[in-house]
């Protein structure tokens, strides 16, 4: 019977030879917002694209006719962003005077098709860099023959002290480019991995894995650049959960969902923003290896 079974089911499988076509949703376009700005004098950008569809490799379309603006809630002093290329808005700030007031409450407004979508962010403290040094890294046992010097760089910073926590994104860069994969996004709570309860004592050191740069390896000659940038706390959790779904995947794989956003969606549309809009103080330090 069982044997007989099994043929019956075969011969089902096996007369299935029409193609079966599955009509996948493709889902709702959104206005993307890429907005991480930071107090340093370098030219600061906000990314606006439209998304593309699920399951397309097409890149977004930039967003040709925005108005972009930055209003300092303090002073009531507004910057605007002017497209330089598609789909990127850019201001650069005077080389003396940074753009950034520490604890202050910044605006974002940004105007399409006459809607007008909103996010807020105060700028908050960084961290402290003592300094960023390197060691050599010895042979492996699949490389015992290497002869060529390689290193590894690890960052020394002291978190500051005071009622609140403090979230960090740990940026690093081997000469001029700046590690980017999803791996590379290094975050911290208080320079550890989870908070560090109230002190009013000397500064807490920063503590591994975030001091160990990403783990990356360095040459003879090239420069090992650290950058922290402050986040606030719903930040952290937004790049935290981005970092988790983009690498999301294999036997254990959870199921996906709707990553938060800061931006706020006007009523009077149907084009729902998505991304986030964050002001940074930034420390930097550097060094050159031999």
């Known amino acids: 019977m069982k044997q007989l079974i099994s043929f ?99 605006s974002l407004e940004i105007t399409h098709n006459s809607n007008l979508y909103k996010a807020q962010a105060v700028l908050r403290r960084s961290a402290g860099i003592d300094s960023v040094n390197f060691e050599v890294i010895p042979p492996s046992f699949s490389q015992p023959t290497l002869t060529t010097k390689r290193y590894a760089c690890r960052l ?49 050191a920063f503590t591994p894995p975030s001091v160990f740069l990403a783990f990356k390896t360095y040459y003879p000659k090239d420069r090992c650049h650290v950058e922290i940038h402050s986040i606030s706390k719903d930040c952290y959790l937004f790049l935290l959960q981005a970092r988790n779904q983009i690498s999301n995947g294999g036997l254990f794989a959870q199921t996906p969902e709707n990553v938060r956003t800061n931006i706020i969606t006007p009523k009077t549309t149907n084009l729902k923003a998505v991304g986030w809009f964050n002001m940074a103080a930034v420390t930097t330090s550097s060094i050159q290896i031999p």
Not at 8 to 17: I, M, N, P, Q
Not at 21 to 43: E, R
Not at 177 to 204: K, M, R
């Open 8 to 106: 019956l089911l075969l011969g089902v499988l096996l007369a299935c030879e029409d193609p079966v076509q599955v009509k996948l949703d493709k889902g709702a376009t959104l206005l993307v917002v890429d907005a991480f700005i930071n107090n340093t004098a370098t030219t600061q950008r906000i990314r606006l694209s439209f998304s593309s569809p699920f399951f397309s490799d097409q890149k977004n379309t930039p967003v040709l006719n925005a108005q972009v603006l930055i209003r300092n809630e303090k002073t009531g002093a507004v910057v605007p962003f002017i497209m330089q290329t598609q789909g990127e808005y850019t201001y650069t700030p005077d080389a003396t005077q940074p753009f950034g007031d520490l604890n202050a409450l910044y």
């Open 156 to 204: 020394w910073a002291k978190d500051s002290t005071g009622l609140l926590n403090d979230y960090y994104w740990i940026k690093t860069r081997r000469n001029d480019t700046l590690f980017q994969d999803v791996s590379d996004i290094n975050l911290s709570i208080d320079g550890t991995n989870g908070e560090v309860p109230l002190a009013f004592g000397p500064p807490n």
